[in-house]
């Protein structure tokens, strides 16, 4: 085989490769909780040591606080009491529901 057909069969395998990947991509579907993260930080506290503490797969945390997975109330729930977080609507709303809280504060400017 040429050089010149090892060049496109190389082009082609790239291409294929490059459309699986971004097939395989993870999306976001939910928002990233950007301040419960830094709350989890300022805790001390790692994804490891939180998962231990909630029985929530290092994985599965990740994907919560990444956007990449929901999360429900029983999570809510067990990273309130973990983290030691005032469960009061407006801590809920800070941490869990951030597009609540910049949707809100958007309207109010209107």
């Known amino acids: ?6 060049g496109a069969i190389f082009k082609m395998l790239r291409n294929a490769a490059k459309k699986e990947g971004d097939r395989l991509k993870k999306k976001k579907k ?7 993260k ?9 994804y490891r040591s939180l998962s ?6 290092v994985d599965s945390l990740n994907n919560k606080l ?10 809510v729930e067990v990273l309130v009491r973990a983290l030691e977080i005032r469960p009061d609507t ?11 809280l910049r949707n809100a504060s958007n309207s109010d400017s209107d």
């Not at 407006?90 to 609540?100: G, S, T, V």
Request: no cysteine; hydrophobic share 30%.
């Open 1 to 6: 085989m040429t050089d010149e057909k090892y």
């Open 52 to 57: 231990e503490e909630t029985g929530m797969s």
């Open 38 to 46: 830094g709350l989890i930080r300022s805790r001390g506290k790692t």
């Open 66 to 75: 990444n956007g990449y997975s929901p999360i429900d109330s029983d999570d």
């Open 90 to 100: 407006e801590n809920i709303i800070k941490f869990f529901l951030p597009n609540l």
């Open 30 to 36: 939910y928002p990233v909780l950007y301040d419960l």
